[in-house]
């Protein structure tokens, strides 16, 4: 069955309130120092070089034909090999008023329509799709990059705004209003900006969001030494610096929560956990003036510590390591089971591997399952009931592989995926092809 992608014209629509930037500079001192010599950078030039190579191979990106409610069968979905998943939908980039491959992806619901929409990371700029009907997703409006274009773009989602960072030089965070999408009349492909623009820090790794309290933090910064810088967006048209954390360097990526964990000193506070390079680091940022590390704590085979998300009672996190896969003994993907019960001394205490020979990369938890985007062996489900067991025994319950001409350790396929839709719609990010809309339906679906 062919997609409905509607596509007709692309016109311009300005922004409820002029682009500005909304707040006095505050970053000084320490604020302004960048990391030494971070393992990033080595990374993104092994990222750089294999991406020129798959450039001229023409795979990067790979132009393949838009999809519509194909089901898993037999281990196959069209030409995507699949268990347990099927594919509604599928949205080319160059559909998506992308120019070059795609990046991060992340999903907002309309608190007021209550529809469904994909938020897509491109070189260039921002996809933003309608997928309230996913075996008919709609795309609505692409925002440009705010300086110029890069392979790495994160975007995450508060209050009905959308935060855009991205490694681009000075590109800082973009906000879009996304009730703006509410006035788009459907065929049409929008030229977006952004609502207000926040330019206190330049090129970024990663944002991450606490929904909770309402606080960004930009990661991977050339600012507080490459650790947590602190924004508060409780009013998302005005977003202003409040802080640094610095003390153990470039973090890369984190997940900052109101804890309600098994550590009782700690309840209510607000807790990051970060992925620091080569450690797992937990912060208490309650004070946004006086951050304090909890505990910062190395293991052994660590490559490149990259990302990881905690079980939904807070006891325990799935981690992953980007290289160790490369450079490490073993080439199956592993996901590290860390107990995180005492945050002083958070314990890694055992490690699933898959069959798969991939780098594994995002990795998010909703409920029993984890879904991780592990690159060529594309999203791979895991059932972690026995998480806090002794002896987990972690499963996998379904994969759908977004790439289906790579294969091995490396860094073409699946980049991330956002799984908190109502509806159980999972989106993938897949960096060559595009957007994948798709259903689980294997045990313990959601």
Not at 105 to 118: F, L, P, Q, R
Not at 150 to 174: P, T
Not at 177 to 201: A, C, F, H, K, W
Not at 204 to 229: K, P
């Amino acid at each position: 069955m062919k997609i409905t992608i509607l596509l007709t014209a692309v016109v311009y629509l300005a922004a409820a309130n002029p682009l500005q930037n909304v707040s006095t500079l505050h970053c000084t001192g320490e604020c302004q120092q960048g990391a030494k010599a971070p393992l990033m950078n080595r990374v993104m030039r092994l990222k750089l070089k294999e991406h020129e190579e798959c450039v001229k191979e023409h795979q990067c990106p790979t132009v393949a034909p838009a999809l519509s409610d194909t089901p898993c069968v037999s281990g196959r979905a069209g030409e995507y090999e699949c268990s347990n998943v099927d594919l509604l939908s599928f949205v080319p980039l160059k559909d998506m008023g992308c120019n070059g491959d795609g990046n991060d992806i992340w999903g907002w619901t309309d608190s007021d329509t209550k529809k469904e929409y994909a938020i897509v990371g491109c070189q260039d700029g921002t996809s933003f799709v309608d997928i309230t009907e996913p075996t008919k997703p709609v795309v609505m409006g692409f925002m440009k990059t705010q300086t110029v274009s890069s392979l790495w773009r994160d975007i995450k989602v508060f209050k009905d705004h959308a935060f855009v960072v991205s490694e681009a030089r000075n590109h800082g965070m973009q906000v879009y209003d996304l009730t703006e999408l509410r006035n788009l009349i459907p065929g049409q492909i929008y030229e977006l900006t952004p609502t207000v623009y926040y330019s206190e820090m330049g090129n970024t790794h990663n944002i991450v969001a606490n929904e909770e309290t309402g606080f960004m933090y930009a990661v991977g910064t050339s600012t507080c030494r490459g650790g947590l810088h602190m924004i508060d967006v409780k009013d998302p048209k005005d977003p202003k610096f409040v802080g640094c954390f610095a003390g153990d360097g470039y973090v890369h990526d984190a997940q900052c929560v109101i804890y309600k964990g098994p550590d009782e000193k700690y309840t209510g506070m607000e807790i990051c956990f970060c992925y620091n390079e080569d450690t797992l680091t937990i912060v208490d940022v309650t004070n946004k003036n006086e951050p304090k590390q909890l505990a910062t704590k190395p293991y052994a085979g660590s490559q490149y510590t990259h990302q990881g998300w905690l079980n939904e009672e807070q006891s325990h996190l799935l981690m992953n390591d980007e290289l160790d896969e490369m450079y490490g003994s073993r080439k199956n993907t592993r996901s590290m089971i860390w107990n995180v019960k005492d945050l002083a001394n958070p314990t890694l205490v055992d490690s699933f591997y898959s069959e798969k020979e991939a780098v594994d990369h995002n990795l998010y938890i909703r409920g029993k399952l984890a879904y991780e985007s592990n690159y060529s062996a594309g999203l791979r489900i895991l059932n972690i009931e026995t998480i806090t067991n002794t002896d987990p025994k972690l499963e996998e319950v379904g994969f759908f592989d977004v790439s289906p001409e790579h294969n091995g350790v490396t860094f073409n396929g699946a980049w991330s995926a956002y799984v908190y839709f109502e509806s159980q719609s999972i989106i993938v990010s897949s960096i060559e092809r595009g957007l994948f809309v798709l259903k689980y339906t294997g045990p313990e679906a959601m």
